[in-house]
């Protein structure tokens, strides 16, 4: 938004018309040279549209522009700003979202159930505004993608990096609880929360959700635990990240719907099963809103001065005026 | 050229005019000027070889005998200048302006009909009569007539020569000589020009400047007519505008001596630069010669 | 003083125009005597260099501060106070090769992961961040509070990481600053662990942007003036194209001279106060102000003065002088 920080400077600019007047309307005013040029009362010598009639216009123009300009710059030009500055902490959210290779069942529009899982997890960033978000992912094992941070196009930047399959065939559900855990410890964070993404059985780790759940209580952290998938058989494509290889085939989904709900219950947390896209989408969006905890918030102003800009076009229109008029037309002043 | 210098040069005009009036016009006044012709002088006895034309049938009749009138060449001309002295003649771009040119010549003029016993008549105008002097004989007339001139100061500033003209038909009961003296940058006039041509001799005298018909190459000027206030602007140091220049005020001088020509007024162009006794000169040689 | 002494040169316009306006002077005299006539050129003259004076003093005073309102002269300071709800510290890492010189304990990249190391355990609360640069910076760690993704990350930093060759420090400062983050107000520090060997890229480029936005730069030169050989593995050592092995030194100029504009420090590994000078920075104790001073150009009175330039040009010029012109 632009304002100026002396506006009276600008009652100036209502001058400006009444000098053009003087300077060149004015029946009175000097600076010509009384010469006979027409017959009384009759005709006059006038001479056609040249290029010295434009040129001289344009020079006239600069310099009126460049008197403008300063009485602008008087004023005190400057872009003001409007920024949000948070005084309280956010809470920290950790996503564990699982990447074994049944996160390709193609049971979820458009694309798989990784892909839904991905699109959501990208609006619910995009959603949060000062509370830190990390990554966690796990296939046969658990790796910290990206610790707790608000530098969301980092966050987004590293989930679209992700790939199905690459930590390993297998689903330790443990393990990818037990990581996040360990990286929401230093935390200064008042609520912190895990989310959890998965279609399938804890088969792998050496941790098991209930001791991690038992970790993540501890640390007082809740976690909430979605489980995707549509019941039956399911068509699934996916390609190896190792090999290169592209897999197809029928698989019968199911995950252990118990295992969740008691992590989610050990933690304080809540279960949500979801079968399809918009449901996923809608639990998404609750536990976006369950989680919104409230914000102290000030708005700081900033002002961009801006007079330097016009301080330099006032001396650009002054120099191409007297360019135009002293070097060009040869102007008699 | 100033006032002064002015005065200094009209002090020499007395003998400057016996040159012209004794050595040109004198002996050729009546043929130099078209004369009007003749006027009544008196009535006597019808002499042998009298033209039976001018036989005066009222005396006759009364005395009993013819009696026939006689006329004489009118001797006492009324010699008028009528001087234009608008701003624009106020002007001048070299040694000195278009009035003091104007004015050297109408002391010239004036001088010189002195010595031919005419009466010296004037009328200044602008847009309005400026003053007008009744004609009168005699060297001290014109002195005085010389002086009022050099010492006007007009009230108005545009040129209506048809005020002018048709102010002094009106002045000028007599027939005699008009001179007009202008840059002739004035508005219409050719009506009662012709119509002051009809009874008087008229010659018209156009003083022009230098600058009047080539503009010189300078920079970009706005220049502002002192009459009409009309604003020009340009770079006179482009050749299309002095171009235009020079087409428009020649085509205007044409136009001019056309009209002249047309109601036979004489016309002389007596330019800043030149020297107004050589061109009064040259001019009424070339008149006798006619 | 001048905060754009870049422009001083535009001095020279005013110097220019001098004979210009001379110049101008003699042509304007000449064209005015052509149309006014000889029969009044003393008088022409005489007010023609009254006008042209006034004219000519106009548009000079009005170029002179228009210029000078440009050089940003500083005016009053304003103070702004900044309240800071904690720390956010970017270290960058150079992971040039030469950083594997041996010529201070263990490495000069263990010593600076050492140093780092240091410094998160002294600023508990803080959030850290980590950019690692060779031929172009990189963001490897968000700003985080999570010290064990950093740490665990700054154990494996080794050159291989990168594979552009080269030490550009803009970019590293450039990829830094954009780490920070405008959502809270926090106090803002880079701390720069380079050897200052063959450092590319605008340095001062860098620290404008640094300055703009309110970021200070530690830089800290690990490595020695007298520097050492850069060992490879298997014992060799790396050679130039003659077979001599090459001998890498401590760089501090650029280091200081980065530190110096952003008003951080330099500091050597070897100071024995190291942490305590950081901690002063980091905690916003010691030397360093707590508010902000932020510049305020002295423009208006200059443009008054222009303004002024442009009345003296235009009354001179809108005035008839003496009826003449």
């Known amino acids: ?333 | ?290 | 003083m001048i905060r754009h002494p870049q422009l001083l040169y535009l001095l020279f316009l005013p110097v220019i125009l001098v004979p210009l306006m001379i110049a101008g002077y003699h042509q304007g005299l000449k064209t005015l005597q052509t149309f006014f006539g000889r029969w009044r050129a003393d008088i022409l003259k005489e007010t023609y260099v009254v006008k042209y004076f006034f004219a000519g003093l106009g548009v000079f005073i009005t170029l002179l501060a228009l210029i000078l309102s440009l050089l940003g002269f500083q005016g009053k300071k304003r103070i702004e106070i900044a309240e800071h709800q904690g720390t956010d510290i970017v270290f960058v890492m150079d992971v040039s090769r030469s950083m594997l010189c041996e010529d201070v304990e263990p490495s000069r990249l263990g010593k600076a992961v050492d140093l780092a190391a240091g410094i998160i355990e002294r600023n508990p609360g803080a959030r850290f961040a980590v950019v690692i640069f060779k031929g172009e910076g990189v963001k490897t760690i968000p700003l985080t509070e999570d010290i064990k993704a950093v740490t665990g990350f700054l154990d494996i930093l080794n050159p291989s990481l990168l594979s552009a060759p080269g030490s550009n420090i803009e970019s590293a400062i450039h990829r830094a600053l954009e780490s920070f983050t405008d959502r809270e107000q926090r106090r803002k520090i880079i701390v720069l662990f380079s050897d200052g060997e063959a450092l590319s890229g605008d340095l001062d480029a860098a620290a404008v942007k640094a300055v703009e936005a309110e970021v200070l730069v530690l830089s800290v030169g690990t490595g020695t003036k007298e520097g050492g050989r850069i060992p490879l593995e298997g014992g060799t050592y790396v050679t130039d194209s003659g077979g001599k092995e090459v001998i890498t030194r401590l760089h501090q100029d650029t280091l200081e001279e980065l530190a110096l504009k952003t008003s951080g420090m330099y500091l050597p590994v070897s100071d024995p106060v190291f942490f305590t000078r950081i901690s002063d920075v980091t905690e916003g104790k010691g030397s360093l102000p707590e508010f902000k001073t932020r510049d305020a150009d002295a423009y208006r009175s200059f443009l008054l003065v222009a303004l002024g330039g442009f009345c003296i040009f235009l009354l001179a010029r809108i005035r008839r002088w003496k009826n003449i012109s």
């Open chain 2, 1 to 290: 050229m100033d006032q002064m210098d002015l005065f200094a040069h009209i002090k020499h005009i007395p003998l400057l005019s016996s040159r012209l009036s004794t050595g040109l016009l004198a002996g050729n006044y009546r043929s130099v000027f078209r004369g009007p012709g003749l006027e009544f002088d008196e009535v006597r006895e019808y002499a042998p070889g009298d033209d039976a034309r001018f036989i005066d049938w009222n005396v006759s009749s009364r005395m009993g005998t013819p009696y026939s009138k006689t006329f004489r060449e009118e001797r006492e001309l009324h010699f008028f200048i009528l001087l234009d002295v608008s701003a624009s003649v106020q002007l001048g771009s070299g040694r000195s302006r278009k009035l003091d040119t104007a004015c050297l010549t109408a002391a010239l003029l004036s001088y010189a009909a002195s010595r031919n016993n005419d009466r010296v008549g004037a009328l200044f105008f602008t847009d309005r009569i400026e003053k007008y002097i009744p004609p009168d004989k005699g060297d001290i007339h014109v002195a005085r007539f010389v002086q009022d001139m050099l010492s006007l100061q007009p009230q108005g500033t545009g040129s209506d020569l048809a005020l002018g003209v048709r102010t002094a038909q009106e002045m000028l009961t007599r027939r005699g000589i008009c001179v007009i003296l202008s840059d002739f940058r004035v508005s219409g006039g050719w009506k009662e020009l012709s119509l002051l041509g009809r009874r008087h001799d008229v010659i018209a005298v156009k003083i022009t400047d230098p600058l009047e018909y080539r503009m010189p190459a300078r920079g970009y000027v706005e220049l502002t007519d002192p009459e009409t206030g009309v604003v020009v602007r340009g770079k006179t140091g482009t050749k299309g505008f002095r171009k235009e220049y020079t087409d428009f005020w020649e085509a205007q001088d044409l136009y001019w001596r056309r009209q002249c020509r047309r109601r036979s007024i004489d016309s002389l162009t007596i330019d800043t630069e030149d020297d107004p006794v050589e061109k009064l000169l040259a001019f009424f040689d070339r008149r006798k010669k006619r």
């Open chain 1, 1 to 333: 938004m632009y304002s100026f920080e002396t506006p009276e400077y600008l009652f100036l600019l209502f001058l400006l018309p009444v000098a053009v007047f003087f300077r060149h309307f004015w029946k009175k005013r000097g600076g010509r040279i009384p010469f006979a040029v027409s017959l009384w009362n009759r005709e006059y010598f006038q001479p056609g549209n040249s290029l010295a009639g434009v040129i001289a216009f344009l020079s006239h123009v600069s310099f009126w522009c460049s008197l403008g300009c300063i009485i602008i710059a008087l004023a005190g030009p400057g872009i003001v700003r409007h920024r949000k500055v948070f005084l309280s902490r956010g809470l920290d959210m950790m996503i564990v979202l699982d990447l074994s290779p049944s996160m390709a069942a193609q049971d979820f529009a458009p694309d798989n159930r990784f892909e839904s899982a991905r699109q959501v997890i990208k609006d619910l960033v995009q959603r949060r505004e000062n509370d830190p978000i990390g990554l966690v992912t796990f296939g046969l094992e658990a790796a910290l993608r990206i610790p707790p941070t608000v530098d969301y196009d980092m966050v987004l930047q590293r989930l679209e990096d992700l790939r199905i399959l690459e930590m390993g065939d297998g689903t330790a559900i443990g393990m990818g609880i037990a990581v996040a855990c360990l990286h929401l410890q230093q935390s200064t964070a008042g609520e912190k929360v895990i989310v959890l993404i998965t279609d399938g059985e804890n088969n792998a780790g050496a941790i098991l959700p209930e001791a991690a759940a038992e970790l993540a209580a501890g640390l007082g952290i809740r976690v909430y635990a979605i489980g995707i998938g549509s019941e039956g058989e399911v068509p699934l494509e996916y390609t190896d990240p190792a090999t290169g290889k592209t897999y197809r085939g029928q698989f019968v989904s199911g995950f252990d719907e118990e295992l969740l709900v008691a992590v989610a219950e050990r933690t304080g947390g809540k279960y949500f099963s979801s079968s399809s896209q918009g449901t996923l989408e809608a639990v998404i969006r609750t536990i976006d809103s369950m989680e919104s905890i409230e914000k102290r918030v000030s708005i700081q102003t900033e002002t961009e001065e801006k007079y330097r800009t016009w301080i330099a076009a006032s001396l650009g229109c002054f120099l191409l005026w007297f360019f135009l008029s002293r070097l060009v037309l040869k102007e008699v002043w």
